[in-house]
């Protein structure tokens, strides 16, 4: 086990790791990428997804989610026509595609993946609103929505 450290804190927390043993995750509200047991900070925000490439995903509470590539930070493009929308993300393959969540126009959360910067919205059952989790090298997404019962409804 390696210990990375925090930011000047004592909660430091793991999110993802890939398959050469990068680990995204984040301290104290601040985005951080290890690898080879070396911690690089990357701003604010939280990084649940990590690809092989070493490029991180995420989203700042409140923000339009990110995609951290060679060091860069760039924005994705909500749905939302309220102030840039809220937008999160959650996963993060090798094809540079993104899942996780933004509002729609109306307000309303719904699931979404980004590839490139075009954003589109994979649907979930019943129309309800919902977040993509995670995605795989072969594009397929998971994820989470209350069903039309009210019921909690995995999807993939």
């Known amino acids: 086990m390696t210990v990375l450290g ?28 290890g690898h080879h047991g070396k911690r690089t900070d990357l701003g604010r925000g939280e990084a649940p997804g990590v690809n092989g490439c070493g490029e991180s995903a995420g989203s700042p509470s409140g923000c339009p989610a990110f995609v951290i590539s060679g060091g860069t930070r760039t924005t994705r493009p909500g749905r939302s026509r ?16 993104i899942v996780g969540g933004s509002d729609n126009a109306q307000g309303y959360g719904h699931a979404v993946m980004w590839s490139s910067a075009t954003i589109t919205g994979p649907g979930t059952p019943g129309g309800t609103p919902g977040a993509g989790s995670a995605i795989n090298d072969l594009g397929q997404v998971t994820g989470g929505a209350p069903t039309a019962c009210s019921c909690a409804a995995a999807a993939r």
């Open 82 to 97: 309220c102030a840039g929308g809220f937008s999160g993300a959650a996963g993060i393959n090798h094809h540079h595609q």
């Open 6 to 33: 925090t930011r000047g804190g004592i909660i430091s927390q793991a999110r993802a790791v890939n398959g050469n043993g990068d680990i995204a995750g984040g301290s104290h509200g601040d985005v951080f990428l």
